[in-house]
């Protein structure tokens, strides 16, 4: 898909996230609910203990890193029910004869998605949190630019994630079931509430063969500095296979779901 | 008495529409039971770990989430309609509900059933069970007698929570965020004991937003751990007293809000 045409999409879709702006302050006080509660949380659990250090993490690590996975994770917002609602109302027909990559149009709409509230929503929460939590990031600008490569690994990954459950929408009536199984499965296995490091070692090897797990907590163990540099090489390989593997899915899905695709009238 | 049967009505009728899709309707349950095992999981992980949460056990956990899982799925059942109330409205629909001799206020309500009661109804019930036997309740006769007034006080609560929020969309239109951060992220308070929070919060979540009434108070009293909680033990029998009060402030700006409806004229 041409780049020029790409921003184009980015910014049509931008624009229109910034019309409800009273959506976004709520969306605001909303992701630092949960920043409040997961850091209440955590403290609690360590001031039960005279040992400072858990699994690895102190407790401003954690801290740390509860804030900033969800700092991640909000930046990740996508609405995953854009193509469902293509397919009920027919709109789809017109994505394919368009002669644009569907799964690019997509991505360019996620995109502009996730950059508003990034902007709209991440940079307030995390300048609110730093000033109201005992927090540690290491500035070290290689670091920094190590990181900015894996969320966007990460991000494509949660891309084609929701590409893959919106698909499903071609063979099923209904598809909330299985964004809810989604929801819960993303939750669960990214390490977006519990760090994997928390995880009992009978769930790891399940863990280890999920893509989830690159979604959101490589990305963050990068940016809080408990992965090294060279840890962070292997993670950003490991990304890449992950996307390659489930671009191979959305291919085949997309492939097998035009032929399939059946339209309600309307 | 006439309107109660048409009431009845109405109800038969969209639990009938909503069971048209066997398949749909128990993948749907299942999809839920799915989400919430999740949830628990994710508690699990570090109960297993920390052993206990500011001296709530495992089992004193599930209790206090079972509480909850009651009241907000009988919660569902009555007043699912009003989390997406801001589309009657936008859409003109709710002029229709205007011109019928019936309270609005009951058509509203009966117009539809939500299915993922049953799933909240499993789920409350399988951690009642649990939450009994590992959290220690004795179940004296005074505990069982009880046990459905909190539930419904709790219901109370939660309900006018909704029926409080969905009137804002009266003045606002569109409140589809709002309505999501007050209803469904806002629970995530209460999935741990409240005195995980700082005492503003905690103060919050008493007197403003009255939401540690639904399981956190009254489950001091199921547990017989009386004295431990931040305020007053009295405080441990409040549950259908402020769901008296919550309810009634909020059929209150209910009406103040059909008062002031204008139609969006769409």
């Not at chain 1, 702006?21 to 209440?40: A, E, K, M, P, Q």
């Not at chain 1, 997509?106 to 508003?116: D, I």
Request: glycine share 6%.
């Amino acid at each position: 898909m041409n780049p020029k045409l790409f921003i184009k999409f980015v910014s049509v879709s931008f624009q229109k996230q910034v019309t409800y702006r009273f959506d976004c302050f709520v969306g605001i006080v909303n992701g630092f609910l949960y920043v409040f509660i997961f850091t209440s949380l955590w403290k609690a659990l360590y001031s039960q203990f005279d040992t400072t250090t858990h699994n690895g993490y102190t407790l401003t690590a954690i801290v740390t890193y509860a804030i900033l996975v969800m700092a991640v994770r909000i930046s990740f917002t996508m609405d995953d029910s854009i193509i469902y609602r293509k397919v009920m109302d027919g709109s789809i027909a017109m994505e394919l004869v368009r002669p644009t990559s569907f799964f690019f149009m997509n991505l360019a709409e996620n995109v502009g998605h996730s950059l508003f509230h990034m902007m709209a929503r991440t940079v307030p929460i995390v300048i609110i949190s730093v000033f109201l939590f005992d927090i540690y990031i290491p500035f070290e600008v290689q670091r920094l630019l190590v990181f900015i490569v894996s969320f966007i690994a990460g991000y494509i990954l949660v891309c084609m994630m929701n590409f893959i459950a919106g698909l499903l929408a071609f063979w099923f009536i209904e598809i909330f079931p299985f964004l809810l199984f989604k929801y819960a499965f993303y939750t669960f296995f990214s390490g977006g509430i519990v760090p994997i490091d928390f995880f009992p070692e009978f769930l790891k090897p399940i863990v280890n063969l999920l893509p989830f797990q690159y979604m959101l907590y490589y990305p963050t163990t990068i940016l809080i500095g408990r992965a090294s540099l060279v840890e962070a090489q292997s993670i950003i390989i490991a990304q890449l296979i992950w996307i390659v593997i489930m671009g191979v899915i959305c291919s085949l899905m997309w492939g097998a779901g035009k032929k399939k695709l059946i339209i309600q009238g309307g | 008495m006439e309107s109660i049967k048409i009431y009845l009505t109405l109800f038969a009728i969209s639990m009938k529409a909503r069971m048209e899709y066997k398949t749909s309707f128990l993948f749907y349950i299942f999809a839920i039971l799915t989400f919430y095992a999740g949830q628990f999981g994710l508690l699990f992980i570090l109960l297993n770990r920390f052993h206990q949460i500011k001296g709530w056990s495992v089992g004193e956990m599930v209790f206090l989430y079972s509480l909850q899982a009651f009241a907000f799925g009988f919660t569902n059942l009555i007043f699912s309609q009003l989390v997406n109330f801001d589309k009657m409205i936008v859409d003109g629909e709710f002029d229709r509900v205007l011109v019928r001799p019936l309270s609005p206020l009951g058509q509203v309500i009966f117009s539809k059933f939500e299915v993922s009661t049953a799933a909240h109804l499993i789920i409350g019930s399988t951690a009642l069970y649990f939450g009994s036997r590992y959290g220690n309740i004795e179940w004296t006769f005074y505990k069982v007698l009880l046990f459905p007034v909190i539930v419904t006080g709790g219901v109370l609560i939660a309900g006018g929570i909704r029926l409080m929020v969905a009137a804002v969309a009266f003045w606002t239109l569109r409140n589809r965020s709002l309505v999501h951060t007050v209803i469904f992220s806002s629970k995530e308070f209460i999935n741990y004991p409240v005195d995980i929070y700082n005492v503003g919060m905690q103060f919050f979540l008493t007197f403003i937003f009255p939401i540690a009434f639904i399981n956190f108070y009254p489950a001091h009293y199921f547990l017989d751990r009386s004295g431990t909680g931040l305020l007053h033990p009295a405080l441990e029998m409040g549950t259908p007293i402020v769901g008296i009060i919550v309810i009634t402030v909020s059929i209150f700006s209910w009406k103040a809000g059909v008062n002031h409806y204008q139609s969006t004229g769409s």
